[in-house]
């Protein structure tokens, strides 16, 4: 995950959520001020994560694909997720006695962290999250 994944998932389900319409990736784009490429492209991940349904064309567009309800902050944050909370690993001199050990108490730190904001994101849902803009 970049920096930007999460804001730009919760962002299109929030949308969704609110809106309860079918909508156009122009459109998300339009609120989230980003290219309507960058929308399908999420869009895509969060269809294949079961958050969304989507249909091309004329009438077509982006709906939540269960209640708001349903779907925790937990759920967004593992589809977008493809890297550790804080950050990547260095590649350390494997001849450095701490160089050698750095990346595994590194790795255990950094699930650690991951684990605690899952269980975070856990208590929330998208519906608790959306009554934040009523």
Do not use: W
Request: with cysteine; net charge positive.
């Amino acid at each position: 995950m970049n920096n930007i994944d999460f804001a730009t998932a919760i962002h299109i389900l929030t949308l969704l959520a609110i809106t309860g319409d079918n909508l156009s990736s122009a459109y998300i784009a339009g609120s989230i001020n980003i290219n309507p490429a960058m929308v399908r492209k999420t869009l895509s991940v969060l269809s294949t994560q079961g958050l969304v349904k989507t249909k091309e064309g004329k009438g077509g567009g982006a709906s939540l694909a269960k209640s708001a309800g349903k779907v925790l902050l937990s759920d967004i944050y593992r589809a977008v997720n493809n890297s550790p909370l804080l950050g990547k690993l260095n590649r350390p001199n494997p001849d450095c006695s701490t160089g050698k050990q750095i990346n595994n108490n590194l790795l255990e730190l950094y699930n650690q962290a991951d684990q605690a904001l899952i269980n975070k994101l856990s208590t929330i849902t998208l519906a608790d999250f959306c009554k934040k803009f009523i």
